[in-house]
């Protein structure tokens, strides 16, 4: 970037909620950039449940709103990107010391309803022990209940969104930080910086949406000259007591039943944890909801954490679950808007936008909380509050196109589809299309273009349908931003997780001297 180029709009952040904002903006027309200091969906967004929901236990908040747009847009999501949000069932197994049966079935109800009409199946009840419903559960529990909501693989829902955005025009640059900002001749004046090869470079824009995820705030405040300091100090008191730093953690383990279903299991503090399956051979659990103070108290989680997470598992499991068993952990930070309860897991996990602006002119929009499943809506509503700034903008269009990889055949299933990928690649094994399908849909062509047999997939690394091949590699390198083995083994695909340490060093070691390759010839 040695040219100083001007740009409707400038994102911070590469998340979730920065990469929707880039989309939508690039689909009706804008001039986007979106800077991330570090990779796609490195942060918060790569570090959730990994849900599409509505939030069951936010209807006890009486969140209604916040509900009924998530189940709507769960719909929305389920079309845009069918190969990596699937449905799934939940089992909540209930106990007299639990919430009574009377008030979950009234807010099972609701939630079957209040979203609208729906796709998935509704609510019921289930009687224990039940061959199926009840898999893995300890014996004495009698009843249960079952509902429905979605999965999805977090991370991809993000680097598919920067891909739309980018094939709208947006301009995404990853490892690549806004370090300060000026207004000048009607303009700001931004500095970039590379945090690979320190290079410097300057650009303009007419508007900045801060989607910087728990860095919100240090952006706000982040050296830009005293114009903007003029420009923000009436609302800085507000916007530093806005955010409310949350750390959600997880732990892994081997998988605890053999059937398809989640559990939402009701602690005895009240608060929720899911038991989801896992990469086929896995269970995730989470999460926990820990205040800190800052983005690094939440990088790995606690051994009270653990210790929370596995109490509550095995109060409802027969398998006793200890520390030993658990194959992997991963935490983050949560920027949720600070509505002023004290409890961590009662702040609202809604979304709020603040605008600052210069008299009518050269805006910066914060976006402070939000979730994944919301994410289309939250951005259609901050370019809404752009609107006057942009006034020639057209309608939003998000609702309709299918994200990158996502757009299945009329009238073909996912199965379906995986059938007629498995019987084209024929000289490759059936489970591994059916993973690559899962990851790219149709882009599952892009992936593999000439490759006929194993024998052309190029150097491999770990086995099955989860192995990674060196063609896959080269795509995310080429077409998703990948740059490190951190990037592709736990991001791009989960295939870290099915290799041992002497296998991710040897995967490691490939996609490090291909990353300098590809670079260099760039």
């Not at 419903?133 to 909501?149: E, N, Q, W």
Request: net charge neutral; glycine share 8%; aromatic share 8%.
């Amino acid at each position: 970037m040695s040219e100083e180029t001007t740009y409707d709009i400038v994102i911070i952040g590469g998340g979730i909620n920065g990469c929707g904002i880039a989309r939508d903006a690039a689909g009706r027309g804008l001039k986007v950039l979106l800077a991330e200091q570090d990779d796609i969906a490195s942060a918060t967004s790569g570090w959730s449940t990994k849900l599409i929901h509505g939030g069951l236990r936010y209807l006890e908040q009486y969140a209604f709103r916040l509900v009924r747009e998530s189940l709507q847009e769960r719909e929305v999501l389920l079309r845009l990107a069918p190969h990596i949000i699937h449905p799934l069932a939940f089992v909540l197994p209930h106990e007299k010391s639990m919430r009574p049966a009377w008030l979950i079935r009234a807010g099972l109800f609701l939630y079957d309803h209040i979203g609208g009409k729906i796709s998935l199946p509704t609510s019921r009840g289930v009687t224990f022990p039940d061959d199926e419903f009840s898999a893995g559960l300890r014996l004495g529990l009698k009843r249960g209940f079952i509902y429905s909501d979605a999965r999805v693989d977090d991370a991809r829902l993000t680097v598919l969104n920067a891909m739309s955005a980018r094939e709208h025009g947006a301009k995404i640059l990853t490892r690549i930080k806004v370090e300060s900002g000026a207004r000048e001749n009607r303009l700001w004046h931004l500095k970039l910086a590379d945090q690979v090869t320190g290079e410097v470079s300057y650009i303009h824009a007419k508007a900045i949406v801060n989607a910087a995820g728990p860095w919100v705030q240090p952006v706000l405040e982040m050296g830009f000259e005293a114009e903007f300091h003029e420009m923000s100090a009436r609302t800085e008191s507000r916007n530093k007591a806005a955010i409310k730093l949350v750390k959600g953690s997880h732990i892994i383990v081997p998988r605890l039943h053999d059937e398809a279903h989640a559990y939402l299991l009701q602690n005895d503090d009240g608060r929720i944890v899911f038991v989801i399956p896992y990469e086929d051979r896995f269970s995730l659990i989470g999460t926990t909801d820990v205040a800190v103070a800052n983005v690094k108290e939440g990088h790995a989680i606690g051994e009270a954490e653990i210790t929370y997470l596995l109490r509550v598992v095995n109060r409802f499991f027969q398998r006793r679950l200890l520390a030993s068993d658990i194959v992997w952990t991963y935490a983050g930070v949560r920027p949720l808007y600070n509505d002023g309860h004290a409890k961590a897991s009662e702040i609202t996990r809604d979304y709020v936008l603040k605008v600052n602006d210069d008299n009518g002119a050269l805006p910066i929009l914060s976006i402070y909380g939000g979730k994944i499943t919301t994410y289309r809506r939250l951005a259609e509503h901050a370019l809404d509050e752009l609107k006057n700034y942009f006034p020639t903008m057209p309608m939003a269009w998000t609702s309709t196109e299918a994200l990158p990889g996502g757009a299945i055949p009329a009238g073909t299933s996912l199965a379906e589809f995986v059938q007629a990928k498995v019987a084209q690649y024929c000289g490759l094994p059936p489970d591994y299309i059916d993973r690559l399908v899962k990851r790219h849909g149709i882009n599952i062509e892009r992936v593999l273009k000439q490759v006929k047999r194993v024998d052309d997939l190029g150097e491999l690394f770990g086995r099955g349908r989860n192995m990674l091949a060196g063609v896959e590699i080269e795509y995310l390198i080429h077409q998703e931003w990948a740059r490190t083995a951190e990037d592709i083994l736990w991001r791009r695909t989960k295939c870290g997780l099915h290799m041992d340490q002497e296998e991710r060093q040897r995967a490691a070691v490939f996609i490090e001297r291909r990353v300098k390759q590809i670079v260099r010839q760039a």
